[in-house]
């Protein structure tokens, strides 16, 4: 099992960036995929979320109308698209996946996403 994020760097504020996750090694499409992040020192942030066929999603307020969950279950991937970036976004960000109905959970090694002038 894997999960692989890429997509994270070094942007300004007001800037935008897409991360995505590649997936390997469960069935994808059987599960919902979040996004976290977590920032030294404070509790780990549950930023978006999407349900297993991508009908759904959720974020976290801190986010919300700026940041975009999305997913491709051919390619076996999930993305977030994060527009009007702010210093406080700064944060290492991990790919989950949720087991809609086996519950097993699995996490990526995370992104860093740097935000700052």
């Known amino acids: 099992v894997q999960l692989v994020e890429s997509g994270g760097g070094l942007v300004q504020p007001g800037g935008s960036l897409r991360l995505s996750c590649a997936a390997s090694?469960?069935?994808?499409?059987?599960?919902?995929m979040r996004w976290y992040r977590r920032v030294p020192g404070k509790a780990r942030e549950l930023v978006a979320g999407?349900?297993?066929?991508?009908?759904?999603?959720d974020y976290a307020d801190s986010v919300k109308g700026r940041f975009t969950i999305s997913r491709d279950n051919a390619k076996e991937k999930v993305y977030l698209q994060m527009n009007s970036l702010k210093p406080e976004d700064t944060a290492m960000y991990y790919c989950?996946?949720?087991?809609?109905?086996?519950?097993?959970?699995?996490w990526g090694q995370g992104t860093q996403v740097t935000v700052s002038s």
């Open positions: 989950y996946a949720l087991g809609a109905i086996s519950r097993y959970v699995y």
């Open positions: 090694g469960f069935p994808f499409s059987s599960y919902v």
């Open positions: 999407i349900s297993s066929g991508g009908g759904s999603t």
